[in-house]
């Protein structure tokens, strides 16, 4: 059985998701999604009240692929990306030099783990996606009521819903964003890229999704 998260973003700047060249990436912040999220599973992104009052819809996305242990730092595959931020580099993983994003202190362990185990390196990617970014809206509050509800009142802790009317409208909350054909970008990133801001914050919902 899939499953659907839903979270709100305290910063949206092209880092958490990072969405480039058709691929959307999470490989920094939430390591509870990153951790837990398995292929198939859908992945939508509200803005926090501190980015958008309104709580608009960042982006959705279905997961096709989950890199492991650090994978994503280490093959070199996607060191050009912006959200590749971290290197192996003397028998650990380090701060790349000149990368974008974090650099604050605790940074690496909240995003990796701690060294040796690094068990939080783990990074979603997908080519199924609609990232709306500083060009989304609160439409979706028109026809989905109950997830709009349940996105005001998210916090910072997690929770899984079991509400069979709110997972319907989950389910159709998905389905009803055309993206998942395929890959889609509909705006910018609300914000610039600045070194040292944290992505932490904001709470996130997990329900599961019937296939």
């Given at each position: 059985?899939?499953?659907?998260?839903?979270?709100?973003?305290?910063?949206?700047?092209?880092?958490?998701?990072?969405?480039?060249?058709?691929?959307?990436?999470?490989?920094?912040c939430k390591p509870m999604i990153?951790?837990?999220?398995?292929?198939?599973?859908?992945?939508?992104?509200?803005?926090?009240?501190?980015?958008?009052?309104?709580?608009?819809?960042?982006?959705?996305?279905?997961?096709?692929?989950?890199?492991?242990?650090?994978?994503?730092?280490?093959?070199?595959?996607?060191?050009?990306?912006?959200?590749?931020?971290?290197?192996?580099?003397?028998?650990?993983?380090?701060?790349?030099?000149?990368?974008?994003?974090?650099?604050?202190?605790?940074?690496?362990?909240?995003?990796?783990?701690?060294?040796?185990?690094?068990?939080?390196?783990n990074t979603l990617l997908s080519?199924?996606?609609?990232?709306?970014?500083?060009?989304?809206?609160?439409?979706?509050?028109?026809?989905?009521?109950?997830?709009?509800?349940?996105?005001?009142?998210?916090?910072?802790?997690?929770?899984?819903?079991?509400?069979?009317?709110?997972?319907?409208e989950l389910e159709k909350l998905?389905?009803?964003?055309?993206?998942?054909?395929?890959?889609?970008?509909?705006?910018?990133?609300?914000?610039?890229?600045?070194?040292?801001?944290?992505?932490?914050?904001?709470?996130?919902?997990?329900?599961?999704?019937?296939?």
């Amino acid at each position: 059985m899939s499953k659907i998260y839903f979270y709100k973003l305290t910063v949206d700047d092209g880092g958490a998701p990072c969405v480039e060249r058709g691929l959307l990436s999470l490989s920094i912040c939430k390591p509870m999604i990153r951790r837990t999220a398995e292929k198939e599973d859908i992945v939508i992104g509200f803005a926090a009240n501190s980015l958008s009052a309104d709580n608009r819809l960042i982006y959705v996305a279905r997961v096709n692929e989950k890199l492991e242990k650090g994978q994503y730092y280490r093959s070199g595959k996607h060191s050009r990306r912006a959200d590749c931020i971290y290197e192996w580099r003397g028998g650990r993983f380090a701060q790349r030099e000149g990368a974008v994003y974090h650099g604050s202190a605790g940074d690496l362990a909240h995003d990796l783990g701690r060294h040796p185990d690094y068990s939080k390196a783990n990074t979603l990617l997908s080519h199924k996606f609609c990232y709306f970014g500083a060009s989304g809206s609160d439409d979706y509050k028109k026809s989905f009521r109950l997830v709009a509800e349940a996105v005001k009142e998210l916090g910072r802790g997690h929770r899984v819903h079991h509400d069979e009317k709110l997972l319907n409208e989950l389910e159709k909350l998905a389905r009803w964003s055309w993206a998942l054909d395929g890959a889609s970008i509909q705006g910018k990133p609300t914000g610039e890229p600045r070194c040292g801001v944290s992505h932490r914050g904001g709470g996130c919902g997990v329900a599961e999704m019937r296939c």
